[in-house]
């Protein structure tokens, strides 16, 4: 078993919907990442948290420490948030990653 | 604006010939990680390095070698490519204990 879980792994929305990228981790950390990865490679840090909830635009994260379980939320989708959503757990001085939801976001 | 720069975003490599991937970042980070990405399997650390001359092994550190002269410059080096080794490689730094990360564009090299 992954010690960073994702789910689901592919989700395909129509533009407008709400949506939701589930974590589950299974190790202590100090803090998680998400990530959004666009087709091409490159990698963006879009939250780094430790506890609660931070927002971002449509971008919103929460973490639950003591469930070890944290979610991305996209409000009022559009086709531009496709990409590859990666979370990440901070352990010690080194990260480790869940394998990535892909998002498609129709028009 | 910070960055971290990798040298080459698209690589094509014969079996057997030795591979230089070049990582600079521009923000005095002392902790630099080089990953590799393939489908199915996420990202994986190979190795990192968390001060000049020094490095650690990550996950999957066969096949692979890395050199860091310099604060700024984390090289990956393939002694001997092989086909397994086509892949997305990622470089990234931190500030330290896992705070700030940065990502390289990523390099996506292919071995023949």
């Known amino acids: 078993k992954n010690e960073v879980e994702q789910s689901p792994q592919n989700l395909t929305a129509q533009e407008g919907e709400f949506i939701t990228i589930n974590c589950s981790y299974s190790v202590g950390i100090s803090a998680l990442h998400w990530l959004q990865q666009h087709p091409g490679g490159g990698i963006v840090s879009l939250f780094m948290l430790s506890s609660g909830k931070k927002k971002h635009g449509r971008l919103i994260a929460t973490i639950n420490i003591q469930e070890k379980h944290s979610s991305l939320h996209i409000t009022a989708s559009h086709p531009r948030d496709s990409a590859v959503y990666i979370c990440a757990v901070i352990r010690g001085n080194k990260l480790v990653f869940g394998a990535g939801t892909i998002l498609r976001v129709k028009s | 604006d910070v960055k971290v720069t990798q040298s080459s975003r698209y690589l094509v490599k014969r079996t057997g010939e030795k591979v230089f991937l070049e990582c600079v970042q521009d923000m005095d980070h002392e902790n630099m990680f080089w990953y590799r990405q393939d489908p199915g399997l996420g990202l994986r650390l190979i190795y990192f390095?968390?001060?000049?001359?020094?490095?650690e092994k990550g996950d999957i550190p066969e096949g692979y070698s890395v050199s860091r002269e310099k604060k700024e410059r984390f090289s990956l080096i393939l002694e001997s490519a092989s086909t397994n080794q086509t892949s997305m490689y990622l470089c990234?730094?931190?500030?330290?204990?896992?705070?700030?990360?940065?990502f390289g564009s990523g390099t996506r090299l292919t071995v023949v």
């Open positions: 390095s968390y001060d000049v001359k020094m490095k």
């Open positions: 990234a730094s931190s500030v330290g204990e896992g705070w700030g990360y940065t």
